[in-house]
Protein backbone atom coordinates (compact mmCIF):
# COMPACT_ATOMS: atom_id res chain seq x y z
CA UNK A 1 0.00 0.00 0.00
CA UNK A 2 0.74 3.55 0.27
CA UNK A 3 0.69 6.40 2.50
CA UNK A 4 1.73 10.13 1.96
CA UNK A 5 1.82 12.37 4.44
CA UNK A 6 1.72 16.51 4.10
CA UNK A 7 0.48 18.86 6.72
CA UNK A 8 -3.07 20.43 5.70
CA UNK A 9 -2.80 23.63 6.31
CA UNK A 10 -0.20 26.26 5.94
CA UNK A 11 -0.64 30.38 6.25
CA UNK A 12 2.05 32.21 4.79
CA UNK A 13 2.83 36.35 4.12
CA UNK A 14 3.33 37.68 1.02
CA UNK A 15 6.61 37.77 -0.29
CA UNK A 16 8.02 35.24 2.21
CA UNK A 17 9.21 32.10 1.84
CA UNK A 18 6.84 28.44 2.28
CA UNK A 19 8.10 25.14 2.57
CA UNK A 20 5.67 22.09 2.46
CA UNK A 21 6.96 18.61 3.26
CA UNK A 22 5.77 15.36 2.37
CA UNK A 23 6.46 12.02 3.32
CA UNK A 24 6.19 8.85 1.84
CA UNK A 25 5.95 5.35 2.57
CA UNK A 26 5.17 3.23 -0.63
CA UNK A 27 6.12 -0.44 -2.30
CA UNK A 28 7.76 1.03 -5.18
CA UNK A 29 9.04 4.52 -6.12
CA UNK A 30 9.25 5.98 -10.15
CA UNK A 31 9.16 9.67 -9.16
CA UNK A 32 7.90 12.12 -7.06
CA UNK A 33 5.39 14.87 -8.11
CA UNK A 34 4.26 18.12 -6.92
CA UNK A 35 0.97 19.78 -8.40
CA UNK A 36 -0.38 23.06 -7.72
CA UNK A 37 -4.72 22.72 -7.53
CA UNK A 38 -6.42 25.78 -7.12
CA UNK A 39 -10.35 25.44 -5.55
CA UNK A 40 -12.32 23.71 -8.13
CA UNK A 41 -9.95 23.40 -11.03
CA UNK A 42 -7.50 20.93 -12.26
CA UNK A 43 -4.29 20.00 -10.76
CA UNK A 44 -1.10 21.89 -12.41
CA UNK A 45 2.06 20.26 -12.52
CA UNK A 46 5.05 21.96 -11.01
CA UNK A 47 7.69 19.70 -10.46
CA UNK A 48 9.13 16.03 -11.04
CA UNK A 49 11.96 14.50 -8.63
CA UNK A 50 13.50 11.03 -9.04
CA UNK A 51 16.78 11.11 -8.14
CA UNK A 52 17.81 12.63 -4.93
CA UNK A 53 18.72 16.47 -4.55
CA UNK A 54 17.04 19.94 -5.70
CA UNK A 55 15.17 20.73 -8.24
CA UNK A 56 14.84 23.98 -9.66
CA UNK A 57 12.55 25.84 -11.21
CA UNK A 58 11.87 29.17 -10.88
CA UNK A 59 10.41 30.42 -7.60
CA UNK A 60 9.32 27.20 -6.99
CA UNK A 61 12.17 24.08 -5.69
CA UNK A 62 11.49 20.64 -5.02
CA UNK A 63 13.96 18.01 -2.80
CA UNK A 64 13.79 14.73 -2.54
CA UNK A 65 15.81 12.33 0.18
CA UNK A 66 14.74 8.64 -1.37
CA UNK A 67 16.49 7.06 1.83
CA UNK A 68 14.20 9.04 4.03
CA UNK A 69 10.99 8.80 1.97
CA UNK A 70 10.95 12.48 1.94
CA UNK A 71 10.34 15.66 -0.43
CA UNK A 72 9.64 19.46 0.23
CA UNK A 73 8.72 21.95 -1.98
CA UNK A 74 10.01 25.58 -1.41
CA UNK A 75 8.05 28.64 -2.96
CA UNK A 76 10.17 31.74 -2.55
CA UNK A 77 8.90 35.33 -3.08
CA UNK A 78 4.96 33.93 -2.25
CA UNK A 79 2.45 35.93 -4.12
CA UNK A 80 -1.65 35.89 -3.25
CA UNK A 81 -1.94 33.37 -6.33
CA UNK A 82 0.07 30.90 -4.76
CA UNK A 83 -2.86 30.74 -2.46
CA UNK A 84 -3.76 26.84 -3.29
CA UNK A 85 -4.09 23.62 -2.72
CA UNK A 86 0.04 21.79 -2.99
CA UNK A 87 -0.50 17.95 -3.95
CA UNK A 88 2.75 15.59 -2.97
CA UNK A 89 2.08 12.99 -5.84
CA UNK A 90 4.08 9.67 -5.77
CA UNK A 91 4.37 7.03 -8.87
CA UNK A 92 5.48 3.63 -7.58
CA UNK A 93 5.79 0.83 -10.25
CA UNK A 94 3.52 2.11 -12.54
CA UNK A 95 2.45 5.34 -14.79
CA UNK A 96 -0.36 6.35 -12.02
CA UNK A 97 -0.34 8.43 -9.45
CA UNK A 98 -0.69 8.13 -6.22
CA UNK A 99 -1.90 12.01 -3.80
CA UNK A 100 -1.39 12.60 -0.85
CA UNK A 101 -4.48 14.50 0.64
CA UNK A 102 -2.78 17.92 -0.10
CA UNK A 103 -1.52 21.04 1.78
CA UNK A 104 -3.93 23.81 1.57
CA UNK A 105 -1.45 27.28 1.50
CA UNK A 106 -2.83 30.58 2.41
CA UNK A 107 -0.73 33.65 1.37
CA UNK A 108 -1.42 36.53 3.52
CA UNK A 109 -0.60 40.32 2.63
CA UNK B 1 -0.25 25.09 -25.85
CA UNK B 2 -1.56 21.69 -25.87
CA UNK B 3 -4.37 20.50 -23.29
CA UNK B 4 -6.84 18.17 -22.03
CA UNK B 5 -10.37 18.70 -23.00
CA UNK B 6 -13.44 17.03 -21.27
CA UNK B 7 -17.10 17.54 -21.58
CA UNK B 8 -19.20 17.75 -20.51
CA UNK B 9 -18.37 20.22 -17.52
CA UNK B 10 -21.20 19.28 -15.19
CA UNK B 11 -23.46 16.48 -14.95
CA UNK B 12 -26.19 15.84 -12.74
CA UNK B 13 -27.81 12.28 -13.40
CA UNK B 14 -30.56 9.97 -11.04
CA UNK B 15 -29.07 7.24 -9.07
CA UNK B 16 -29.27 3.85 -10.93
CA UNK B 17 -28.93 5.56 -14.55
CA UNK B 18 -25.81 5.61 -16.81
CA UNK B 19 -23.22 8.34 -17.52
CA UNK B 20 -20.10 8.39 -19.77
CA UNK B 21 -17.69 11.11 -19.35
CA UNK B 22 -15.69 11.81 -22.04
CA UNK B 23 -12.09 13.19 -22.52
CA UNK B 24 -9.75 13.95 -25.55
CA UNK B 25 -6.36 13.59 -24.08
CA UNK B 26 -3.39 15.68 -25.81
CA UNK B 27 -2.89 14.40 -29.18
CA UNK B 28 0.78 12.85 -28.78
CA UNK B 29 0.05 11.08 -25.78
CA UNK B 30 -0.53 7.48 -25.20
CA UNK B 31 -1.57 7.13 -21.61
CA UNK B 32 -4.77 7.83 -20.41
CA UNK B 33 -6.45 7.84 -16.87
CA UNK B 34 -9.41 8.71 -15.01
CA UNK B 35 -9.51 9.96 -11.94
CA UNK B 36 -11.98 11.27 -9.47
CA UNK B 37 -11.73 13.61 -6.41
CA UNK B 38 -14.98 14.00 -4.16
CA UNK B 39 -15.63 16.96 -2.61
CA UNK B 40 -12.77 18.08 0.44
CA UNK B 41 -10.83 14.97 -0.31
CA UNK B 42 -7.78 13.77 -2.32
CA UNK B 43 -7.36 12.97 -5.89
CA UNK B 44 -7.61 9.36 -6.27
CA UNK B 45 -5.94 7.07 -8.89
CA UNK B 46 -8.79 4.71 -11.06
CA UNK B 47 -7.65 3.67 -13.92
CA UNK B 48 -4.92 3.53 -16.93
CA UNK B 49 -5.03 2.66 -20.46
CA UNK B 50 -2.57 2.50 -22.82
CA UNK B 51 -2.16 0.36 -26.17
CA UNK B 52 -6.11 -0.47 -26.42
CA UNK B 53 -6.85 -1.89 -22.97
CA UNK B 54 -6.49 -1.29 -19.14
CA UNK B 55 -2.65 -1.08 -17.73
CA UNK B 56 -3.69 -0.81 -14.19
CA UNK B 57 -6.49 0.02 -12.32
CA UNK B 58 -7.34 0.85 -8.37
CA UNK B 59 -9.90 -1.09 -6.16
CA UNK B 60 -12.43 1.67 -6.84
CA UNK B 61 -12.50 1.08 -10.22
CA UNK B 62 -15.09 -2.26 -9.96
CA UNK B 63 -17.29 -3.84 -12.88
CA UNK B 64 -19.75 -0.92 -12.76
CA UNK B 65 -16.61 1.06 -14.34
CA UNK B 66 -15.72 0.48 -17.59
CA UNK B 67 -13.25 2.83 -20.14
CA UNK B 68 -13.04 3.00 -23.94
CA UNK B 69 -11.02 4.68 -26.63
CA UNK B 70 -14.04 4.67 -29.45
CA UNK B 71 -12.02 6.54 -32.14
CA UNK B 72 -9.15 7.80 -32.80
CA UNK B 73 -9.07 11.04 -30.19
CA UNK B 74 -12.10 10.46 -27.71
CA UNK B 75 -11.50 8.23 -24.04
CA UNK B 76 -14.54 7.95 -21.87
CA UNK B 77 -15.35 6.46 -18.82
CA UNK B 78 -18.87 4.82 -18.43
CA UNK B 79 -20.16 4.65 -14.61
CA UNK B 80 -23.49 1.96 -16.16
CA UNK B 81 -25.33 2.59 -12.35
CA UNK B 82 -24.26 5.30 -10.92
CA UNK B 83 -24.94 5.86 -6.51
CA UNK B 84 -24.99 8.70 -4.24
CA UNK B 85 -21.16 8.03 -3.38
CA UNK B 86 -20.14 8.63 -7.25
CA UNK B 87 -20.89 11.91 -6.86
CA UNK B 88 -17.20 13.84 -7.22
CA UNK B 89 -15.30 15.35 -9.83
CA UNK B 90 -13.53 12.99 -12.01
CA UNK B 91 -10.55 14.02 -13.87
CA UNK B 92 -9.17 13.25 -17.21
CA UNK B 93 -5.09 12.82 -17.68
CA UNK B 94 -2.80 12.06 -20.18
CA UNK B 95 0.94 11.42 -20.61
CA UNK B 96 3.52 10.85 -22.94
CA UNK B 97 5.86 7.38 -22.59
CA UNK B 98 8.63 7.46 -20.40
CA UNK B 99 9.56 7.45 -16.92
CA UNK B 100 10.16 11.51 -16.47
CA UNK B 101 6.55 12.59 -17.89
CA UNK B 102 4.36 14.82 -16.26
CA UNK B 103 0.30 13.89 -16.35
CA UNK B 104 -1.45 16.73 -17.61
CA UNK B 105 -5.28 17.02 -16.45
CA UNK B 106 -8.57 18.47 -17.98
CA UNK B 107 -10.91 20.60 -16.18
CA UNK B 108 -13.06 17.77 -14.67
CA UNK B 109 -15.97 16.62 -14.73
CA UNK B 110 -18.23 17.20 -12.03
CA UNK B 111 -20.57 14.49 -11.48
CA UNK B 112 -23.88 15.38 -9.04
CA UNK B 113 -25.79 11.80 -8.98
CA UNK B 114 -29.39 12.93 -6.83
Known amino acids: GQNIDQPTEMTATEGAIVQINCTYQ??????LFWYQQHAGEAPTFLSY????GLEEKGRFSSFLSRSKGYSYLLLKELQMKDSASYLC??????????FGKGTSLLVTP | EPEVTQTPSHQVTQMGQEVILRCVPI?????FYWYRQILGQKVEFLVS????????KSEIFDDQFSVERPDGSNFTLKIRSTKLEDSAMYFC????????????FGQGTRLTVV
Open chain 2, 93 to 104: ASTRVGENTEAF
Open chain 1, 26 to 31: TSGFNG
Open chain 1, 49 to 52: NVLD
Open chain 1, 89 to 98: AVRDSGYALN
Open chain 2, 27 to 31: SNHLY
Open chain 2, 49 to 56: FYNNEISE
